[in-house]
DNA sequence: ACCCAGGGTCATA
DNA sequence: TATGACCATGGG
């Protein structure tokens, strides 16, 4: 393991230990984590759950049915998750590429490497939901990089906070080795760590590993 | 009333 | 490459 690895570990138990295991994604079947990694973006999961609630609720909550349904009717089932119009024409495009693609068990058969290169072709894909996908979908160790991920190690001093997305995802793996069910609660600990805030004072990294406050937030 | 949520695309310079 | 505008609901 590289320098990094022990260090990042370190972090991880410290997070571990304080918060517990987090058992993401929260989601019955592979198809589902996909609709609700294009429905939680910039949008709080509360919201997304309503969302795919409502897509149950149609008994829609498949490729087959959101590619033939109605825009209006989509947007109208996504509305609580905001961005509506966008994340309608953002779902159809995710789907007809799995129907294109023969299905979800098709694509679990592919490698990660250019599965992510697909995914990342989808009209409404980014970086972040397409390893979200990749990682809690198809259990492929790829470590996803959000803005709490970059915010939490910049503010340890581990990282600068400059790096761009793909290689501040090269540096995670490589420093911690490929480890899915590592990279699965990882994610999610740093996502809950982000959300528990004390009004108190700026962050400081003991204000992170020793939680004697929890003011992540910008000070701004 | 303001801020921001488990981002991404597109137009501009 | 790098900003800025835009998307939109709902909870704190």
């Not at 990042?8 to 990694?37: C, I, K, T």
């Not at 259990?139 to 990089?145: A, K, L, T, Y």
């Not at 999610?188 to 939680?211: M, Y």
Request: aromatic share 10%; with cysteine; hydrophobic share 40%.
């Amino acid at each position: 393991m590289k320098p990094q690895g022990r260090q990042l570990r370190a972090v991880y138990q410290h997070l571990h230990r304080h918060y517990g295991e987090q058992h993401w994604w929260p989601a019955q079947s592979g198809f589902e984590v996909m609709v609700g990694a294009v429905l939680t973006q910039n949008t709080a999961w509360t919201h997304v759950e309503k969302a795919i609630i409502n897509l149950k609720a149609v008994n829609s909550l498949d490729a087959e049915s959101i590619v033939l349904a109605q825009h209006r009717h989509l947007a109208a089932w996504l509305r609580p998750s905001g961005y509506f119009n966008v994340k309608a024409q953002r779902l159809r495009s995710l789907c007809r590429f799995v129907l294109d693609s023969g299905g979800v068990e098709a694509l679990s058969a592919m490698p990660t490497p250019s599965l992510r290169a697909d995914l990342l072709a989808v009209k409404g894909v980014g970086p972040e939901t397409a390893d979200d996908i990749l990682l809690y979908a198809f259990e492929r160790p790829v470590f996803v990089i959000d803005a709490y991920t970059r915010r939490l190690f910049s503010r340890l001093g581990m990282v600068s906070g400059e790096e761009g997305y793909e290689e501040l995802r090269l540096w995670f793996e490589s420093s911690l080795g490929a480890d899915v069910a590592l990279y699965n609660e990882y994610h999610a600990l740093i996502v809950v760590q982000a959300k528990d805030v004390c009004k108190k004072r700026p962050l400081c990294e003991s204000c992170v590993l020793q939680k004697r406050c929890a003011y992540y937030s910008d000070g701004k």
